[in-house]
């Protein structure tokens, strides 16, 4: 019987920094609370019991979320048809492992529907932001007429996808006001007929099969968010994942041993919800994309392409690079090697996939690779643990692991072939929705590196930022583009006043409020479309003062005097509801310090510094006018 | 020795698990199944001498003896457990 490992996450018995786990866990847990240790003893490849044993620190050390704390807390309501307690410890430490603090509520064995159907005191109480629906395979069988001929079952098939189900959606959303995770269902029942299973319309196997089916669609449709645990299984097994004699015994579906694996599943939604997600995949060049040393091998002598076994994984290693390219994720090299010798195979080698234009930032030098994924972040504008570093140096992994803390560095089997599949399994990309966005960022990766390229050739910055041909588009919030703004107040960690988190339901309430507006931006120039770029909410505030209760921005559009204009159109938002002044509140966390004179910058006023507590700003309107930049303005009121 | 080096040692032969082994190794088990680094079992202790052994420690203890010494527990062997000391001789007729 295999157990789901989580196999891309260091080993625990294996001693790093001169410790094993289990020391630095008894450490830990004498030693005053710390947020970021515990975080990263969470990002080992943890059985139950250890996970387990580090829940009980975690839970004791961090009853409530950490101050300082960037990514907003979860309070998670599991909620389902058989015995689920067990995987809550999972739950926790997944969370963290993603770096989201989690607390769990379970209602009572199985009576999800009371609680959904009608309001519950105690789920109340707990004013759940996200809920849970775990129901096993048996219960959703439940439905299917034992009986049943094909109509039956195609009845009882499109009752439960589409009624049962959206009903709970629909239940939590009003009643709790929060989204529903919804997994799929572990196909557990024994086949009647094998491979002709399908043509038995009262198998419960068939029955599970066809709703799994259905059932992606049927969340995205009514806006739930879809889990796929049957998808999981396969990867290790369900002999893995499902234990009959712990079904019988306890009525767990998911056995205690998948349980890390399980959370682990979840964990990468709730980070996909905060905007967590990895951006960019950098990739190591030797013996990682292709075999042997291309300053040694030469052109000729390095393995790639078809004929050989390694010179095809290495192939299928860049093609899954290409196609995460292609859907979002943009591609970086950092590489020890004389950059001529690093691009050669990107300009010549015939077998290449992945081109120079597939990379949105190349660095090949030979200084330490930690810096250079510094530098490689700060090029592309995005936080070190939005990075995904993939290396097939265990020197190199754990010497960026040790230095780079927050940067995701999977493990990496050394057998090439088996590449792909790890980085996959790792799960670091995951999404729970893919919007247009994700869809053209690596392009505007690319366009900005053109962008860059034009900035260093022009020596006047002025004349460089008026080339561009800027336009900044805005309007006020609406509900086609609602889903992309509350992913911007939820991820954004630089260029963010407030740092303060809207779920999606929040802001609709915000669209209907009088005393408040929303803003949205996007940027185009010469080279693209640098799509919704920035977000602004401001509230009537008394005395005719707007106060400015949030301002964030992609960092890709730093520099550009987009700052300005921005201000220059809430301004005229301000003064057209009779507005005198704006207020503007800076509020320091650990990652926004870039902003933190921005309000003097663009000539505000300090009204009172309370330290770390924040400062405020005043900015008269009555006579102020908006500076000049390089953009032109264009409403879509 | 790790357990881990243990088995794979017993696997090929070079190594032979005895009560002793099976001893402190299940004892470690409970002692963090129970968050109790003092734990101590005899082998006529049962779930009631030790506080908080209820089915669901039960089904924990089982799954983490199982993950540790690779074995696999019949439910009928488990349902015949009756003290700590049986738990020890069905896991050691499987290791040695």
């Known amino acids: 019987m295999s157990t789901p490992q989580l196999a891309w996450l260091p080993d625990p018995t294996v001693a790093t920094k001169g410790h094993l786990w289990d020391q630095r866990l008894s450490q830990a847990k004498d030693a005053a609370p710390d947020w970021d240790t515990l975080l990263d003893l969470a990002r080992y490849n943890l059985n139950f019991m250890r996970t387990m044993k580090l829940d009980r620190v975690l839970t004791r050390q961090f009853p409530e979320p950490p101050a300082h ?48 159907g009608q309001d519950d005191d105690a789920l109340k109480a707990f004013a759940p932001t996200l809920i849970l629906l775990l129901l096993d395979a048996r219960h959703i069988a439940g439905f299917l007429p034992r009986n049943a001929d094909q109509a039956a079952a195609d009845t009882a098939c499109q009752e439960v996808v589409e009624r049962l189900l959206p009903e709970c959606w629909r239940e939590a959303k009003s009643r709790y006001g929060c989204p529903v995770l919804q997994t799929s269902f572990l196909p557990v029942f024994p086949r009647l007929m094998g491979s002709a299973e399908a043509l038995l319309p009262s198998s419960s196997a068939n029955f599970i099969t066809r709703i799994n089916a259905l059932l992606a669609a049927s969340c995205h449709k009514h806006g739930a968010i879809f889990v796929d645990l049957a998808a999981e299984a396969t990867r290790y097994g369900l002999e893995a994942w499902y234990d009959p004699s712990l079904w019988w015994r306890a009525k767990q579906e998911i056995a205690p041993s998948a349980a890390p694996a399980f959370g682990e599943l979840v964990g990468r939604s709730l980070a996909a919800l905060a905007g967590r997600s990895s951006k960019c995949l950098v990739l190591d060049l030797d013996n990682t994309l292709w075999g042997g040393v291309i300053g040694d091998d030469g052109l000729d002598g390095i393995e790639l392409g078809q004929g050989s076994p390694l010179g095809e994984a290495f192939v299928a290693l860049q093609e899954f690079a290409l196609r995460l390219s292609r859907r979002g994720v943009v591609l970086a090299v950092c590489s020890k090697n004389d950059e001529a010798n690093a691009r050669l195979p990107f300009q010549k080698h015939p077998e290449m996939i992945l081109r120079e234009k597939d990379i949105g930032c190349f660095v090949a030098n030979w200084n330490d690779k930690a810096e250079n994924i510094r530098e490689i972040a700060s090029r592309l504008s995005i936080g070190l643990d939005s990075i995904v570093f993939v290396d097939d140096n265990p020197f190199e992994r754990s010497r960026v692991r040790e230095a780079l803390p927050m940067v995701n560095v999977p493990e990496i089997p050394e057998d090439p072939t088996l ?89 609709t309430a915000l669209m209907a409020d009088d005393t408040a ?121 | 020795m790790d357990a881990r080096n243990n088995l794979y040692y017993l696997k090929f032969g070079v190594l032979k698990m005895n009560r002793n082994d099976v001893v402190e190794q299940i004892t470690k088990i409970f002692q963090d199944v129970f968050d109790d680094p003092n734990l101590t079992l005899k082998d006529d202790t049962t779930a009631q001498d030790v506080p908080g052994w209820d089915s669901v420690a039960m089904i924990n203890i089982i799954v983490a003896i199982e993950e540790h010494f690779n074995i696999r527990l019949k439910t009928r062997e488990i349902d015949g457990l009756k003290s700590v000391g049986d738990l020890y001789e069905t896991v050691l007729a499987k290791v040695s």
């Open chain 1, 419 to 507: 590449v792909p599949d790890a980085v996959a399994a790792a799960g670091y990309f995951d999404l729970i929705e893919l919007s247009a966005e994700d869809l053209n960022r690596s392009d505007q990766y690319q366009a900005n590196l053109q962008r860059q390229s034009l900035q260093e050739s022009a020596t006047d910055l002025g004349s460089y930022l008026n080339g561009l041909d800027m336009t900044l588009i805005y309007g006020a919030f609406n509900s086609t583009n609602l889903s992309r703004i509350t992913q911007l107040i939820n991820k954004s960690n630089q260029f963010n006043l407030t740092t303060r988190r809207y779920s999606q339901d929040d802001l």
């Open chain 1, 517 to 637: 507006f929303g803003l949205w931006f996007r940027l185009t120039d010469r080279f693209g479309d640098n799509g919704l770029i920035a977000v602004v909410i401001g509230r009537d505030a008394a005395e005719g003062i707007v106060d400015i209760d949030t301002w964030l921005m992609s960092c890709r559009v730093l520099g550009r005097g987009v700052e300005e204009a921005t201000l220059s159109v809430i301004a005229a938002q301000a003064r057209a509801r009779g507005a005198i002044a704006l207020r503007g509140t800076y509020l320091p966390t650990l990652k926004n310090s870039m902003v933190a004179d921005m309000y003097s910058r663009l000539g505000f006023t300090l009204l009172e510094d309370r330290g770390i507590e924040g400062k405020s700003y005043i900015l008269p309107l009555t006579e102020w006018m908006p500076a000049t930049t390089s953009i032109t303005l264009s409403s879509e009121f």
């Open chain 1, 69 to 116: 704390l960037s990514v907003k807390p979860v309070r998670l309501a599991l909620l389902g048809s058989s015995t689920i307690n067990h995987l809550i410890p999972s739950l926790r430490v997944a969370a963290l492992r993603h770096g989201i603090w989690l607390t769990v509520h379970t209602g009572e064995y199985g009576s999800y529907r009371q609680e959904l």
